[in-house]
Nanobody, 125 residues
């Protein structure tokens, strides 16, 4: 069984912070070329947030979160994190963790093979 499980969503006031966690089962994170975060707000399509690539530990971010969000991974714990600071109401969405076997564009959801169930993040104004 391969499964990704997210933790850490909740309600926070604008300007506050949250840290999301994504734990993998069935495989270690070293088996995944990319670990990414996406989000989806009501009535909108799934949106790329951030990706961490195994090769070189490279990270990429959507322009809307750059400078506020940080993605990191702890291979020993099979966990990837998304630290979210200076949150805005526009960040309100369900956040999904995803894992990909191969290297490709990290911003395209179709390049990922495994997905978490999602965790709700709500930012009040």
């Amino acid at each position: 069984q391969v499964q990704l499980v997210e933790f850490g969503g909740g309600l926070v006031q604008a300007g506050g912070s949250l840290r999301l966690s994504c734990a993998a089962s069935g495989r270690t994170f070293t088996n995944y070329a990319m670990m990414g975060w996406f989000r989806q707000a009501p009535g909108k399509e799934r949106e790329f947030v951030a990706v961490n690539k195994l090769s070189g530990g490279r990270t990429e971010y959507a322009d809307s979160v750059k400078g506020r969000f940080t993605i990191s991974r702890d291979n020993a714990k099979n966990t990837v994190y998304l630290q979210m600071n200076s949150l805005k109401p526009e960040d309100t969405a369900v956040y999904y963790c995803a894992a990909a076997r191969g290297f490709s564009s990290g911003s395209y959801y179709g390049n990922y093979d495994y997905w978490g169930q999602g965790t709700q993040v709500t930012v009040s104004s």
